[in-house]
């Protein structure tokens, strides 16, 4: 009986020899495949968030540039004149984002001299070699 033992032991002990490799961990193909596929992942999830980043910037000169042009045409309807200077109006002259100017023109329509001013708004740190530059304009034959 003793024999029987020893000899089934032995070959027990053989057997797990000759597996090299136990099958309780990943491959190094899978492994790859893994990150493969949460770099794909976050690429198109950065893609997606620098999209969103520019349109909220976009939005943000938009509607302050809207708010300058309302704001020249209540001035201009007390005063009777634009004004130049953007803390009148209450706008910061420089955001995270954009940095802002007020700038005025005079045009001749038809014999007469119309005055305007128009709001500015430049990108502050382009992404891009072509910066973002959006303006609003208003006219004194406008109000």
């Known amino acids: 009986m003793l024999k029987l033992l020893n000899r089934f032991l ?3 002990i053989a057997k797990e020899q000759m597996r090299p ?3 309780s961990g990943f491959t190094l193909i899978e492994l790859m495949v893994c990150i493969l596929i ?3 992942l ?6 997606i968030s620098l999209a969103q980043i520019r349109k909220a910037k976009y939005t943000e000169v938009t509607l302050n540039l809207n708010f300058c042009k309302k704001s020249q045409a ?3 309807l007390e005063n009777l004149r634009f004004t130049e200077n953007l803390e009148v109006l209450g706008i910061a002259r420089e955001t995270h984002n954009f940095i802002y100017q007020v700038s ?3 045009i001749d329509i038809e014999g007469r001299t119309v005055s305007g001013v128009c709001c500015m708004g430049g990108e502050r740190f382009p992404e891009s070699s072509v910066p973002v530059v959006v303006s609003e304009c208003i006219r004194e034959d406008e109000m």
């Open 74 to 76: 209540s001035f201009y």
């Open 104 to 106: 005025p023109y005079s």
């Open 42 to 47: 976050s690429s198109i999830a950065l893609s």
């Open 10 to 12: 032995v070959v027990n």
């Open 21 to 23: 490799y136990s099958n």
């Open 38 to 40: 949460v770099s794909i």
